[in-house]
């Protein structure tokens, strides 16, 4: 157990809806970082935050956010989905400096029919 | 981000031989990490490297971080039936961290 928490685990949803993934990080952890990872893929950065602050940008979509709340868990938001946003979605976290290890959460997998 | 150069894709290897991968850069990293990612399940850390040349051992797992800052190889000695799944390598540069696309382990009993 690596200590960050996702909720939901299994998420299934229709094309042109909107969702919002919950991430919440290991105790003490003030960045957060959200990955997607298609089947079979690898993993694709999407944004990091810290300390409530946008850190990094990575692929992220202009139909996607996130944002990172004063209790440091952090929601990514996805809406209009379309079929090929179905993946695995992982959020990390890790601890003050920019170089600190990543520990990852179970992920969420997203359906979209 | 630009993934890093991780090969080989994928081993099918009996249990009880030694495995060997790495990952290979254009840039410098201050820091290589190891994950291992078991289906459906996020990624575990396995191994982390911080400064160039160094070895580090967990259990049957050796990883070094190459004297250039730009490689890192993993080796697994006496492979395991549990040691099936896909294996990530991560560099931390000055901005980013960037990830392999991973070497997909199979082993077979």
């Known amino acids: 157990d690596s200590g960050v928490t996702q909720t939901p685990k299994h998420l299934i949803t229709a094309t042109g809806q909107r969702v919002t993934l919950r991430c919440s990080p290991r105790?003490?952890?003030?960045?957060v970082y959200w990955y997607q990872q298609s089947l079979d893929q690898g993993l694709q950065f999407l944004i990091q935050?810290?300390?409530?602050?946008?850190?990094a940008k990575g692929n992220i979509l202009e139909r996607f956010s996130a944002q990172q709340f004063p209790d440091l868990h952090s929601e990514l938001n996805l809406s209009s989905l379309e079929l090929g946003d179905s993946a695995l979605y992982f959020c990390?976290?890790?601890?003050?400096?920019?170089?600190?290890?990543?520990?990852f959460g179970p992920g969420t997998r997203l359906l979209v029919l | 981000g630009q993934q890093l150069n991780q090969s080989p894709q994928s081993m099918f290897i009996q249990e009880g031989e030694d495995v060997s991968m790495n990952c290979t850069s254009s840039?410098?990293?201050?820091?290589w990490l190891w994950y291992k990612q078991d289906p459906g399940e996020g990624p575990v850390l396995l191994i982390a490297?911080?400064?160039?040349?160094e070895l580090t051992s967990n259990g049957r797992l050796t990883a070094q971080f190459g004297i250039t800052r730009k490689d890192s190889f993993l080796n697994i000695s006496a492979s395991i039936p549990s040691d099936v799944g896909i294996y990530f390598c991560?560099?931390?540069?000055?901005?980013?961290?960037?990830f392999g696309a991973g070497t997909r382990l199979t082993v077979k009993p």
């Open positions: 990390a976290s890790s601890g003050q400096g920019s170089q600190e290890t990543q520990y």
């Open positions: 840039s410098i990293f201050n820091t």
């Open positions: 935050y810290y300390n409530g602050e946008e850190r």
């Open positions: 105790s003490g952890d003030l960045s």
């Open positions: 490297l911080y400064k160039a040349g």
């Open positions: 991560a560099g931390h540069g000055p901005n980013d961290m960037r």
